[in-house]
Structures are given as C-alpha cells and as structure tokens.
C-alpha cells in the first residue's frame, strides 16, 4: 500500500545541536516531496520541496533535506537547532496527476535550551 | 501574498448536531481542500474541489459536505456530529490542481463534540 512513514513521533534535542528527522515513502514511483511544519496553534507552513535535479534541497530557516531514491527517502536536517523550532514536522507527498497531499503522522520536535 | 481565512476558529457541537466550517483564500487560487487532523493520525483529505462548483471525495468523506459556492469560499459540513469528537480541520489551497504545487493552510477550527 502507498504511504508515508515518519517513525519518530516524538524528538527532544538541545538548542544547538543538529537534528535530524526521517520520512520514508513507499509509492510505485517517486513522488513529488514536501516538508512542512506546524507551529503550535498555527497551520502548515512549506519548509522545502523535491520534485527533481540535486537530491539536497535547501529550505527556509536553515534547514535541508536529502532525497535518495535507493531508500526511498527524503530526510530532513538542520545543523543547529534553536528553541523556535519547536514544532510538528510532517513529510508529505503528492503523486503526478493526483490531488492533493499524503502527510505522514508527523514528528514533534521539542528543542530545550 | 495571500491569506487563508477559517471560521470560526473553534467549534462546540453537541451529538448529532449538524455543523458547518467556512474558509475564504484571497490567494485567487482554483483548488481548495479540507483536511481533519487528528492527534496520532496526522492529515486525512476529506474532500478537495478544483473550480468553482466541483467537489471531489478525499478519502475521508464519509459523515461530511463540502460546498464551493464560488472561487474563494469552500465550506465543509459535519452531517452528524459524533459524541467526544475532537479534531482540527483544516482548510488549504493551491494554484492548480497539480501535484507540484505548494499547498497554502488555514490556521484551523478545532472541533469539540459534547
């Protein structure tokens, strides 16, 4: 079945630090790959997209994400956290031609100082 | 830039109660859509509409209306609010329909059904 894996529901890191959050799709072809966070009270917000060409997309507030076809993966980095990235992270997908986007469950990353 | 607007931000029911969610997007966007979010199950497509007058079925239609009046509304309807039901739906638009395009969210109304 098509989905899209997120297995870390929840993260805790020191500001500073790096971070690291894993998305695995599974889709009989690649999909288009998003990022998107979810501030608290707040809506989705587009951290950074994948749709072709250099595998390493850069996004907004310093963070980057790798995607790799061989481990139908799209992973999400940043090399120095801060509190304000205390969110909800969600992968997500769409397919050519379809509507709409699949989320993972998200990740909760809370950053303490 | 344009913004996405949800009413009302929150919502009380009462079971069986029949309630409506509106978003309005200044964006001039053609697609809009409904999401549910649910603690631990993340996003689930209720219903999406590409034009003015469409309406398709996410995949969690069932129990819910949509309606789009015109190119910058799309209400939702909860045909039968279901008793201890807590959610967040949320609105979203986009240029087109296509897939590659980035996705715009409202900032949600939360659902409580007592």
Same mark, same amino acid.
């Given at each position: 079945? +098509?989905? %899209? ?14 971070? +690291? ?13 998003? *990022?998107? !966070? +979810? ?5 989705? +917000? ?10 390493? !997309?850069?996004? !907004? ?21 801060? *509190?304000?990235?205390?969110? !909800?992270?969600?992968?997500? %997908? ?20 | ?8 931000? #929150? ?12 978003? &309005? &997007?200044? #964006?001039?966007?053609?697609?809009? /859509? ?12 209720? /219903? /999406?509409?590409?034009? @003015? ?8 239609? @069932?129990? /819910? ?8 509304? #799309? ?9 201890? @039901?807590?959610? $967040? #739906? ?10 590659? =395009? @980035? $996705?715009?969210?409202?900032?949600? =109304?939360?659902?409580? $059904? $007592?």
């Amino acid at each position: 079945a +098509q989905s %899209v894996t997120q297995p870390d529901a929840r993260v805790t890191v020191s500001e500073g630090a790096s971070l +690291q959050l894993r998305c695995k799709y599974s889709y009989s072809a690649t999909p288009y790959l998003f *990022w998107y !966070v +979810q501030y608290p009270r707040q809506g989705l +917000q587009l951290l950074l997209k994948y749709y072709s060409g250099d595998p390493v !997309v850069q996004g !907004v507030n310093g963070f980057e994400a790798e995607f790799s076809k061989s481990n139908s993966s799209f992973h999400l980095r940043k090399a120095s956290v801060h *509190w304000s990235d205390s969110a !909800v992270y969600f992968c997500a %997908v769409s397919m050519p031609y379809a509507q709409g986007l699949t989320f993972g469950l998200g990740t909760r990353v809370s950053v303490f100082p | 830039g344009g913004i996405i607007t949800q009413t009302p931000k #929150f919502l009380i029911g009462q079971e069986g109660q029949k309630l409506t969610l509106k978003c &309005q &997007q200044n #964006f001039n966007h053609d697609t809009m /859509y409904w999401y549910r979010q649910d603690s631990g199950k993340g996003l689930r497509l209720i /219903y /999406y509409s590409i034009t @003015e007058n469409d309406l398709q079925k996410g995949d969690l239609s @069932e129990g /819910y209306d949509a309606s789009r009046e015109k190119k910058s509304s #799309f209400s939702l309807t909860v045909t039968s609010a279901q008793k201890n @039901e807590m959610a $967040v #739906f949320l609105c979203a638009s986009s240029p087109t329909g296509g897939s590659n =395009t @980035e $996705v715009f969210f409202g900032k949600g =109304t939360r659902l409580t $059904v $007592v």
